[in-house]
């Protein structure tokens, strides 16, 4: 069975710095890319980037880029979402989703249960 | 930067058919997907590559494509349908990921 496992809720103060987890299993992680997908409270959902765990190779969303870092580590078939500065607007539910591609194109045919991120002073 | 647009929301009462409706420049040229959110629930892929539907999405779950507008028809609506449906497409150069901005399906 396919799962993607997120770490647990954070409650961080602004300006410090969190990593995120996403540990897949029950598929060859390496074959898939990861995304990140934030959900700000009461809002719709934002592609914030991906990247192949096989190489670690990523792009962002213009949105993100610059503000997050997207990483993995193929050995423990886990990806991560990271800030050095929070800000009080990354408060947020965050989603890791597996990337199917083919031929006709790429969507999320499985989803981590989410990341509840709260910046507060 | 490139946009899909979907109606804020839809209202219609058990057993009839809702429609969804989601436009894209790009959409001629690239397939969409849906995806099914209920509250404090990861979403759910109920429709790929415009119109296939995934193993275990209930039959009256369908979509439809036609020039730069996709829809996503359920028929037959039933309670338990209620929720926030997005629809997703490649960017216009085909390297990133869109959502629209969501449709929230009420049943009445």
């Known amino acids: 069975e396919v799962q993607l496992v997120q770490s647990g809720a954070e409650v961080k103060k602004p300006g410090e710095s969190l990593r995120i987890s996403c540990k897949g299993s029950?598929?060859?992680?390496?074959?898939?890319?990861i995304s990140w997908v934030r959900q700000m409270p009461g809002k719709g959902l934002e592609w914030m980037g991906r990247?192949?765990?096989?190489?670690?190779?990523?792009n962002y969303s213009p949105s993100f880029q610059g503000h997050v870092t997207i990483s993995a580590d193929k050995s423990i078939s886990t990806a991560y979402l990271q800030w050095s500065s929070l800000k009080a607007s990354d408060t947020a539910m965050y989603y890791c989703?597996?990337?199917?591609?083919?031929?006709?194109?790429?969507?999320?045919?499985?989803w981590g249960q989410g990341t509840l991120v709260t910046v507060s002073s | 930067s490139y946009e899909l647009t979907q109606p804020p929301s839809v209202s219609v009462s058990p057993g009839q058919t809702a429609r969804i409706t989601c436009s894209g420049d790009?959409?001629?040229?690239?397939?969409a997907y849906w995806y099914q959110q209920k509250p404090g629930q990861a979403p759910v892929l109920v429709i790929y590559?415009?119109?296939e539907r995934p193993s275990g999405i209930p039959e009256r779950f369908s979509g439809s494509s036609s020039g730069t507008t996709v829809t996503l028809t359920i028929s037959g609506v039933q309670a338990e349908d209620e929720a926030d449906y997005y629809c997703?497409?490649?960017?216009?150069?085909?390297?990133?990921?869109?959502f629209g901005g969501g449709t929230k399906l009420t049943v009445l």
């Open positions: 997703q497409s490649a960017d216009s150069s085909a390297t990133g990921v869109v």
């Open positions: 989703a597996r990337l199917y591609l083919d031929s006709s194109g790429y969507y999320f045919d499985y």
């Open positions: 029950g598929y060859s992680f390496t074959s898939y890319w």
């Open positions: 790009a959409l001629p040229k690239q397939y």
């Open positions: 990247i192949d765990p096989s190489d670690s190779y990523t």
């Open positions: 590559k415009d119109s």
